[in-house]
């Protein structure tokens, strides 16, 4: 699969700061991102909105299929709106999280996205963030980064970033549901989550945001990508 533009895929566990990571690099080398994430939330969001179980693989697949989806940046602020609807607090929230990782284990919901996700390579060039960019979706791509933490520190991130939004959680119960994903994502037979062949292991438990972008970024130049 030859792609039109260079990318750089960012793949690994869930709290290990792709998200963050990705956003930061996108804007600094001014390519376009995908946050293949989102399209899964989306994909649980819609289904629990429609009264669709989410374990109804082929009703899944039609909902991912037909997603009315537009992501719209204005300010450096991305906004994502589901049949008009600004959703993207909604499917930022522990509930659609794990409704997601339940429906991205489905082969047709992934077939459903896969073309979809293609779609955002575009000149000058992507930043892919998610489980299976590097393996499944770009596997051609000329720099690939597997960004991991360890689960206790993962699991603390979190809790600031919702206690930051104002949520209350605990620590134990974030631990458990990141070690519930972890294995779910890592487990299922399609796509599970493992680093690419030829990815750049990172494991970002000691490094602070700026020290791993300055990390990828050495990376990129030194590839003559960016
Ligand atoms: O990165 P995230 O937390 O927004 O992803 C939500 C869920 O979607 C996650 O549990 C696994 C799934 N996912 C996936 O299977 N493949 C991707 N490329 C991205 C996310």
Partial sequence: MMTVAPVLTIDGPGGAGKGTISRMIA????????????L?????????????????????????????????VEEGVMQILLESDDVTTAIRSESVGNAASQVAALPPVRAALLQRQRDFCK?????ADGRDMGTVVFPDAPLKIYLTASAEERARRRLLQLQQAGEDARLSTLL?????????????????????EDAVELDTTQLDIPEVVERIEALLAERKLA
């Avoid at 649980?44 to 997603?67: M, P, W, Y």
């Fill in 27 to 38: 804007e600094h080398v001014g390519w376009h991102l995908l946050d293949s994430g989102a």
């Fill in 123 to 127: 000149t000058p060039g992507l930043v």
């Fill in 176 to 196: 458990e549901e990141i070690q519930a994903r972890d294995a779910r994502d890592m487990q299922r037979s399609v796509a599970p989550l493992k680093p690419a």
């Fill in 40 to 72: 899964y939330r989306l994909t649980a969001l819609s289904a629990i909105r429609n009264g669709v179980a989410v374990d109804d693989a082929q009703a899944l697949s039609l909902q991912a299929q037909n997603l009315d989806v537009v992501f719209v």
